[in-house]
């Protein structure tokens, strides 16, 4: 199970905010990647518990063989929502479809 830090919020990337609990309970009933773009560096002083580290300038090479299907539930996310801003756009312009954007909050 995925362990959420309170100090997050997932926003989907139509703008849409989801809340900890609905969050939770899409993880509880599909199949959802969590991909932290940040830098090797900073995911290995910690991360959430499954994610996948792909550095934002890696995700257009590496997410096909990683997550080959579009219509995959993605939530990407990085330490101030900019990198996983951008990995969304990418991913998005690649035919990704179910995408959110973790933003963190100070």
Known sequence: MIKINRRF???????????E???LSIIKKYRVTI???R????FNEG??????????CEIRKTIGRIVPNKDEII??????GVRSA????????LGYRNLYNYIYQY
Request: hydrophobic residues 40%; positive net charge; contains cysteine.
């Open 35 to 37: 991909i932290d773009v």
């Open 86 to 93: 951008r990995a969304i756009s990418i991913l998005k312009a």
């Open 9 to 19: 919020c997932c926003r989907a990337y139509n703008g849409n905010t989801i809340s």
């Open 21 to 23: 609990s609905e969050l």
């Open 75 to 80: 939530v990407a996310y990085c330490t101030a």
């Open 39 to 42: 830098s090797r560096q900073e």
């Open 47 to 56: 991360h959430f518990s499954g994610a996948i580290n792909i550095p934002l």
